[in-house]
């Protein structure tokens, strides 16, 4: 791909949050408010999962008036897997312990 | 939800704030912004959504920081979206070079001209190819003027008088100017040349002025000799002006038959010593170039230290002919002794002269008058008995005639030898680098500028713009680089001819590595001087018209034939 993740324990939060409910569409906000990650330090990792192919976005249906169309979120098969595998191994080496959830 | 009752004030600063960053936004990741500024209406803590759209200008500076960072991989000219930037792998009308290959490219060229080397070769190879000769231009004629008045420093002033091209009057005030100040400089005057019209390929000295020298230094044959060439020239120019159907030999008959001259020349064979100045104007350079730094103006250095002849050859020659001739009515006479001290005079005067000037023109000059003089002398020491001398000298005798048939080698700096090749490549090279600078900002400008091309468009234009901005900085540097590495040995040269002491070799270094730039191969001479005239350039310009005109009419019956069978 040309581009390698560096994850860090702000980006294993971010997955770990996404992978709460895997096919579940998240919204910036939330995922901010769930790994208490500012938003500019969230959004970078979004932009670079991405660029990485291994997170889907797409704009939210305009069904509420009077607010601007929201972004979405949520990890793409590849990225469920990458993500579980980086989790796992860092859980292993003691590097990450899970705060939400367990996978 | 949207809670607008809660922090009015911090929500409307958060979202003005997210809308101000929206519109600076870089296009390519301009949506995150939009996610960001989308989220704002979630936030109910006002302190959370003024943070939230300090992390969104966080963001923003990110975005710029990949913007910035991927657009230098981008060829000039070619935005991050649109339909060039998905052309530009295929397309041949847009550039590919990457943009920060370019100015690398260019900011090594540009280092390069911060040399001064560089600039010395750049300065020198446009000089070349306006006058041909050094000359002094006339900012540093200025810059040398107007610090001669600031700093009343008498050294600046000479050289000003000695290499201003401006008129007889300025060069003979500021030499005026600098010999009242420092009454050593006197010598000067055997160095400014008037505007007048050449003899013999060097301009006049000042009558005055070789008076003034005259008096001030009454030992030194050079002076004399440059008032008997005054006469010279002055007999040579009315002959020209009025030639006398007598012929040239009746106009140096009366130069001969001058009183003056007559004087002047006996006076300058007789002198005890000679010098030609050179050392002085050397010295005088050098001292005013350490304290003002004028290895800028190279030209100065040039027209300072060229050696530019032996000015007085024609009277020299003349002087030896009738001093032989002398000799051989005494000889005849039978006053042997009176007939050898007059053949000698000729020889010792050319050795005193030649310790101190070897330029070619004098040694041809001096040379020739010693081997004349030889002629006569030697059969003369045989008949006085003389047989050793006249051994001795029959070996110099032989050694002079080789030296003849082999050449002097007039203007041996300038010719095809060394000097003719390396000033070419220099005037090519200085040519090549300001056509490729102005490729290089045609280039640029038809793609910073002209991005509303189409690219599908077959535009003739966009190609050459392309190729420009492709290979015109590449190859601005190579050339650079060689005009570098062509004039480098030449300023190694005179910087180390600058540093040692005077002496006679001196100037043969320091003309060939001051003047070089500014030679060109005989066969140039040779082809100009036959082909460069009015006659040839309509000759030229015809068949160049008359071939236009062939092609432009044989490709439109070609198309004509074409599109009638098509039919």
Same mark, same amino acid.
């Given at each position: ?103 | ?33 939009? =996610? ?52 530009? /792998?295929? =397309? ?96 000067? @005057? ?25 008096? /001030? ?74 304290? @003002? ?25 003349? @002087? ?12 005849? =006479? ?8 007059? @053949? ?123 190729? =420009? ?99």
């Amino acid at each position: 791909m040309g581009i390698r993740l560096r994850v860090s324990p702000q980006t294993l939060c971010v997955l770990d949050a996404l992978l709460e409910h895997p096919g579940q569409w998240r919204h910036g906000y939330s995922l901010s408010r769930q790994t208490s990650i500012p938003s500019g330090t969230l959004y970078p990792i979004l932009m670079r999962l991405e660029k990485l192919h291994w997170l889907e976005t797409r704009w939210e249906e305009p069904g509420n008036l009077g607010r601007p169309a929201r972004h979405q979120y949520r990890l793409n098969g590849n990225g469920c897997a990458w993500a579980t595998q980086e989790l796992r191994a860092a859980r292993a080496r003691k590097f990450w312990k899970p705060v939400y959830s367990e996978v | 939800m949207r809670n607008a009752q809660t922090a009015p004030f911090a929500r409307r600063v958060a979202d003005s704030a997210m809308r101000a960053a929206l519109h600076v936004w870089p296009e390519e990741s301009r949506r995150w912004g939009r =996610a960001l500024q989308a989220e704002l209406d979630e936030i109910e803590s006002p302190v959370a959504v003024l943070r939230w759209a300090m992390g969104g200008f966080m963001v923003l500076g990110r975005a710029w920081w990949n913007h910035v960072v991927h657009s230098w991989r981008r060829p000039f000219g070619i935005p991050a979206e649109g339909p060039l930037a998905s052309k530009v /792998a295929e =397309a041949k009308r847009l550039p590919r070079m990457p943009r920060f290959v370019t100015v690398l490219l260019l900011a090594a060229s540009v280092a390069l001209f911060f040399t001064r080397d560089f600039r010395q070769a750049f300065s020198a190879g446009t000089q070349a190819w306006g006058a041909g000769l050094p000359r002094v231009d006339y900012d540093s004629g200025n810059w040398l003027r107007a610090k001669a008045n600031q700093t009343h420093d008498p050294e600046l002033l000479a050289i000003y008088a000695i290499t201003t091209w401006r008129s007889n009057d300025e060069r003979l005030q500021a030499a005026a100017e600098a010999v009242r100040r420092d009454p050593s400089l006197v010598w000067i @005057y055997s160095k400014v040349r008037l505007l007048d019209e050449p003899c013999c390929g060097l301009h006049p000295v000042s009558k005055e002025g070789v008076a003034a020298l005259e008096k /001030a230094d009454p030992d030194n044959a050079l002076p004399r000799l440059l008032a008997a060439s005054l006469i010279y020239e002055k007999a040579e120019r009315d002959w020209s002006s009025k030639p006398d159907p007598r012929g040239e030999f009746d106009y140096k008959r009366l130069v001969e038959q001058n009183p003056e001259w007559q004087a002047a020349m006996n006076y300058a064979f007789q002198a005890p010593k000679f010098d030609s100045y050179q050392a002085q104007a050397f010295e005088l350079y050098r001292s005013a170039a350490r304290r @003002y730094d004028l290895a800028d103006y190279p030209e100065l250095g040039v027209r300072m230290l060229r050696n530019a002849g032996f000015g007085p050859g024609s009277s020299v020659g003349m @002087y030896s002919d009738w001093l032989l001739t002398q000799g051989e009515s005494a000889e005849k =006479a039978g006053k042997l002794d009176q007939a050898a001290d007059l @053949y000698w005079e000729p020889v010792l005067f050319a050795q005193r002269v030649l310790q101190q000037d070897g330029s070619d023109t004098a040694n041809w000059w001096l040379l020739n008058a010693e081997r004349t003089s030889f002629q006569k002398l030697r059969p003369l020491l045989l008949k006085m008995g003389r047989k050793d001398e006249a051994e001795a000298m029959a070996y110099q005798q032989s050694s002079l005639q080789a030296r003849f048939e082999r050449g002097f080698g007039n203007n041996y700096y300038w010719d095809e030898y060394q000097g003719g090749w390396t000033g070419l490549m220099i005037r090519c090279l200085c040519a090549i680098v300001f056509l490729l600078g102005a490729a290089v900002v045609v280039g640029f400008g038809i793609f910073a500028f002209g991005r509303w091309r189409n690219p599908d468009s077959p535009q003739k234009v966009l190609g050459a713009g392309a190729a =420009a901005m492709d290979y015109a900085p590449l190859l601005l540097l190579l050339a650079s680089g060689a005009l570098f590495v062509v004039f480098r040995p030449l300023i190694l040269t005179y910087n180390r001819y600058m540093s040692v002491p005077w002496s006679s070799d001196t100037a043969r270094g320091l003309e060939f590595s001051a003047a070089a730039p500014y030679g060109m191969p005989m066969w140039y001479y040779g082809f100009s001087a036959k082909y460069l005239n009015a006659y040839h350039g309509w000759m030229v310009l015809i068949i160049g018209l008359s071939v236009m005109a062939a092609y432009i009419l044989a490709r439109g019956t070609m198309r004509t034939w074409r599109d009638r069978a098509a039919a």
